[in-house]
T-cell receptor, first 112, second 112 residues
Framework: NAGVTQTPKFQVLKTGQSMTLQCAQD?????MYWYRQDPGMGLRLIYY???????DKGEVPDGYNVSRLKKQNFLLGLESAAPSQTSVYFC???????????FGSGTQLSVL | RKEVEQDPGPFNVPEGATVAFNCTYS??????FFWYRQDCRKEPKLLMS???SGNEDGRFTAQLNRASQYISLLIRDSKLSDSATYLC?????????????FGAGTRLFVKA
C-alpha cells in the first residue's frame, strides 16, 4: 500500500544508547518531517526536510539528528537517548512544505 | 500562551447531534490551516483543509476567520465513528522559515 512506513513500531532503550528511526515514503513527496507527540502537548516538529539532501531544525531538535540522502527516506537518530525522549514519534511527508501531511503509523519509544 | 489553542474537551454528545470546535492561532503569518483526526494510539489523518471562504465536506464544515485568527470545525449528524481527537493546525512558510503548529487536540465522544 502506498504511504509512509516507519520502523520500528516499538523500541525500548536504556539511557545513553543510540538508535535510528527509519521512515520511507512512496508518494514521491518532496518534503518529509519528524514529529514527537507527548500527552497534552500536541505534535511538535523535531526536524524537517524540504527536499532531498536538505534538512532544517524544527521546534525541538536538541538530542536528535537527521539524514535525507534519498528522496524516499528520512532517518531520525538519537545519539545518546535520555528519558525525556520517551514519546511517540511520527514521520510524515507532503508534496511541498506546509501542505497537507501524510503520517506514518508511529513509533512508541521508551527510554529507561 | 500556546501558538495554537484548542479546548481539550472532552465533548460528549449523542448520536445525531451537531458539535462545533474552535481553535485560535497566534502567528499572523500562518497561511495554511487544517483539521486532522486522530484515533486512540493511531496516526493523525487529514480531515480537511480550511479555506478562507469556508468549505464543506459532507457532514463537516470548516471556517477560517483571519481577522480574529480562529478556525472552526462543525460536525453535523454526529456518528459513533466520529469519536476521536480533532487536531487543529496552522502552518506558515515564508522568509522566516517553515513553521507548522499543531493544537493539542479536542476529544469527542459520540454516544448511542
Amino acid at each position: 500500500n502506498a504511504g509512509v512506513t516507519q520502523t520500528p513500531k516499538f523500541q525500548v532503550l536504556k539511557t545513553g544508547q543510540s538508535m535510528t528511526l527509519q521512515c520511507a515514503q512512496d508518494m514521491n513527496h518532496n518534503s518529509m518531517y519528524w514529529y514527537r507527540q507527548d500527552p497534552g502537548m500536541g505534535l511538535r516538529l523535531i526536524y524537517y526536510s524540504a527536499s532531498e539532501g536538505t534538512t532544517d531544525k524544527g521546534e525541538v531538535p536538541d538530542g536528535y539528528n537527521v539524514s535525507r540522502l534519498k528522496k524516499q527516506n528520512f532517518l531520525l537518530g538519537l545519539e545518546s537517548a535520555a528519558p525525556s525522549q520517551t514519546s511517540v514519534y511520527f514521520c510524515a511527508s507532503s508534496y511541498r512544505v506546509g501542505e497537507k501531511l501524510l503520517f506514518g503509523s508511529g513509533t512508541q519509544l521508551s527510554v529507561l | 500562551r500556546k501558538e495554537v489553542e484548542q479546548d481539550p474537551g472532552p465533548f460528549n454528545v449523542p448520536e445525531g447531534a451537531t458539535v462545533a470546535f474552535n481553535c485560535t492561532y497566534s502567528n499572523s503569518a500562518s497561511q495554511s490551516f487544517f483539521w486532522y483526526r486522530q484515533d486512540c494510539r493511531k496516526e493523525p489523518k487529514l480531515l480537511m483543509s480550511v479555506y478562507s471562504s469556508g468549505n464543506e465536506d459532507g457532514r463537516f464544515t470548516a471556517q477560517l476567520n483571519r481577522a480574529s485568527q480562529y478556525i472552526s470545525l462543525l460536525i453535523r449528524d454526529s456518528k459513533l465513528s466520529d469519536s476521536a481527537t480533532y487536531l487543529c493546525v496552522a502552518s506558515a512558510n515564508n522568509t522566516g522559515g517553515f513553521k507548522t503548529i499543531f493544537g493539542a487536540g479536542t476529544r469527542l465522544f459520540v454516544k448511542a
